[in-house]
Nanobody
Framework: QVQLVESGGGSVQAGDSLRLSCVAS????????MKWYRQAGKQRELVAAI??????SYARSAKGRFTISKNSAGNTVYLQMNSLKPEDSGGYYC???????????????WGQGTQVTVSS
């Protein structure tokens, strides 16, 4: 229903910035929320989320340093990451929560992820 492709990861030094992008295609009108997760090892953490209305929320570790936003078309979500720390390293995954009224069912989609490595 919705396909996601992330980009923008890389290897940086502590204190640097990165901007991640996630482009959604397919039935984007069904998207209710767009999210960024970080996975380090087996643990996956919700980093930031933005609702269809534009309301945002952040993990405690991300507040004040990261900003989630989306474009006016609602098909691209960004994660601006400033003052990066080594503990921010991991795979960053874009996810969407959607609702399909045709089948009266919630669904979610995930991207393939983009790697962020922060060196001290």
């Amino acid at each position: 229903q919705v396909q996601l492709v992330e980009s923008g990861g890389g290897s940086v030094q502590a204190g640097d910035s990165l901007r991640l992008s996630c482009v959604a295609s397919g039935r984007i009108s069904l998207i209710n929320a767009m999210k960024w997760y970080r996975q380090a090892g087996k643990q996956r953490e919700l980093v930031a989320a933005i609702s269809h209305a534009g309301d945002t929320s952040y993990a405690r570790s991300a507040k004040g340093r990261f900003t989630i936003s989306k474009n006016s078309a609602g098909n691209t979500v960004y994660l601006q990451m400033n003052s990066l720390k080594p503990e921010d390293s991991g795979g960053y995954y874009c996810s969407i929560d959607g609702y399909d009224p045709a089948v009266v069912r919630d669904f979610e989609s995930w991207g393939q992820g983009t790697q962020v490595t922060v060196s001290s």
